[in-house]
Every structure is written in C-alpha cells, then in structure tokens.
C-alpha cells in the first residue's frame, strides 16, 4: 500500500512547487502511470480520498498509460 | 468548449471537466494548471543526495518477497567479498525487528537497520537519515537489503546503482510475469535455494523466459547459499567485484562537481 507515500510525495510536490497556492479544492489529477510504475491506480485513489487533506476529499483521477516505469503528474484542476 | 471526461471505471467515479490547453486558463469549473513533473520528485532529489554520499561506492538495493534468501545471499557473499580486502556496509530495511541487522553484525560487517514500523518499503528519505550513523567511508559496496515485498520498493530509487531482485525457486516461475515491476526495473536477477529444485515442479528455464519477457536485458544467477550445496555465489561475486571496478573508474572520471 505505498500509494499512500506516492500521494503524499505528489501533495508535498505541489505544494513546494506553488500548485497548491490559494488552491481551496483540487477538482482533478491527470497522471501518467507507467506499466511497469508498481502503482495500483485504486489504492492511489483510495489513498488520495483518505489522505486528511480537505483539498482532495473529492478529488477525480485521470490516468493516460505508458509502456513505462514513470509516475508523472500531467496537470491538475483546481478552485 | 469540448469536454473530457475524468474516468476511473473500477470505481465507477464519473466526472467532467471543463478542457482547456491553455496552462492557468481559468475556468468556470476550476483553474488546469500545467504540472508535467515527476510524481515523485521529492524523492528524486533525496535520492541524489544520497548518491553523492555515496561517492564511489557501489550501491545495489535488493528487492524481493519475504523469505526469499536476501540475507542469506548478503552472509555467503560478504565473506567472499571481505577475503578480497572489500569493504562492505548493509543498510537493513524491515517492518520490525533487527534480526537481520545481528546476523550482518555477527560478519563484522558495518550495518544500520531502519525499523519502518509497518511501511511496506523503503524511500530516499530513510535511507538519507541511517547515512548519518552508518560510516560509509572508503566503503567499496554498500547493500540496500529493502523490505520484503515485490511491488513497493519498486516506485523508489534510493540513489542506488542497480536494483537487484531475488526470487526463490519455491515461489513459481509465474513470479515475473505477476510482479513485473520488479523485474523490469532491476539490473540482475538471483534466482536462489537451487539446491530445492530437485523437491520442487519449478521450472528455472521457464523463470528466466519469463524474466527476460519482461527485461531483456536482465543478467541472471542461479545461486543457493546452503553450506553443504553452496553454488553460484563466487560467480556472483566476481559480478559485483566488476561492478565495483566500474563504478570506481567513472566515479574517478567524472568531475567532483557533478556529483555534487
């Protein structure tokens, strides 16, 4: 279940990025999961809805695949 | 304007969005911001840290399930390693206990155990913090022996050289073709306890068809580190002696500064 550490490295990337600045809700996430990423997109999703961050209580993930090992946030939609 | 839908069919969440190819463009439904960066970034920069202190020293992070001999591998080859004047140092990884650390301890091997109280791998960060108690200096191989799980540890570099996965031969020749992360992202496959085959169905051909499956490219030793069956560890040494060699050579190459 390390989902939990990849949402929590995402919100500590866009909040050290300025992403999160004036942010009051995060609508949705586009990533891009590799196949050989060792991500399961519904324990990511689980995670990011239990997280105790009222900013993604409700938040929608969009997933593009890849044939590679990468993890990468594309864009995300925020109020 | 088009929209797009924002779909995760197994959990049957449904939503639509506003599309817009323009980064910051607000909306009535929200601002898109362009990200484009490494989901795990953060781990990525500590990770590099770690690799600058580790200097010349080989790092190889050994990934598998529990049970799988990594331990084992680490007390045969150690000694091998040692009576060829190396010097070695473990980082330990598990969810509890430092049962392992003591049996590192007892080949007068530098070891640090990092306890991750019930986190199923290691990152970046953990690996950082045991650099300030374990003394890497002059160290010519340091072994990352990652918590037993094959999926996990697979998401994060820890600043090593190569990942190294070990599969036993009791746990199924199906193993890379339903763990393939593993396998796809490591450098050398040990297949270990060989000296079971003769008990077992397992098929090593069919194993290592199914590793290369996944990576091509993957280098294989077939090992057990019984006392009385001991097979495949010298040759395993004699790899990591090489990739020693290697490193130290393009570590001497490379200017201080890029490392830094």
Same mark, same amino acid.
């Given at each position: 279940m390390h989902e939990f550490s990849v949402a929590l490295e995402i919100v500590d990337m866009l909040q050290e990025n300025g992403y999160l600045s004036g942010v009051r809700k995060v609508n949705s996430i586009k990533l891009n999961i590799g196949?050989?990423?060792?991500?399961?997109e519904n324990y990511l999703d689980f995670a990011f809805k239990n997280l105790n961050d009222e900013r993604f209580k409700d938040v929608l993930l969009e997933f593009i695949h890849s044939g590679s090992d990468e993890i990468k946030i594309i864009e995300i939609l925020a109020d | 304007m088009p929209e797009y839908k924002y779909n995760n069919s197994n959990r049957g969440i449904r939503g639509t969005a506003k599309e817009s190819a323009i980064t910051g463009c607000k909306l009535s439904s929200g601002r898109v911001l362009s990200v484009q960066r490494n989901a795990l970034e953060s781990n990525e920069i500590i990770a590099k840290k770690n690799r600058a202190k580790f200097g010349r020293a080989l790092v190889i992070n050994f990934l598998s399930s529990? $049970?799988?001999g990594k331990t084992s591998l680490l007390e045969s080859i150690a000694p091998v390693l040692k009576a060829d004047g190396f010097k070695i140092a473990v980082i330990e990884g598990d969810v509890e206990t430092d049962l392992d650390k003591k049996r590192i301890d007892a080949l007068g091997v530098p070891a640090y155990q990092i306890i991750t109280n019930g986190t199923c791998h290691l990152d970046a960060k953990m690996v950082n913090g045991s650099l300030d108690s374990l003394?890497? #200096? &002059? !160290?010519d191989v340091i072994f990352i022996e990652n918590v037993g799980n094959l999926v996990c540890p697979t998401s994060f570099n820890l600043g090593e050289d190569m990942k190294a996965v070990v599969l036993s031969v !009791?746990? $199924? &020749?199906d193993k890379p073709l339903k763990y393939p992360a593993a396998f796809y992202k490591s450098k050398i496959m040990i297949i270990n306890k060989i000296d079971l085959l003769p008990a077992l169905d397992s098929d090593i051909s069919k194993i290592k068809e199914n590793a290369l499956s996944i990576n091509k490219d993957i280098t294989i030793f077939e090992t057990s580190? #019984? #006392?009385? *069956?001991? *097979?495949g560890i010298s040759g395993l040494a004699a790899f990591i002696k090489n990739e020693i060699k290697r490193k130290t050579e393009d570590f001497r190459k490379i200017n201080y500064n890029t490392y830094f």
């Open positions: 196949k050989y990423s060792g991500i399961d | 529990p $049970g799988s003394n890497i #200096k &002059d !160290t !009791t746990e $199924g &020749d580190c #019984k #006392k009385t *069956a001991e *097979a």
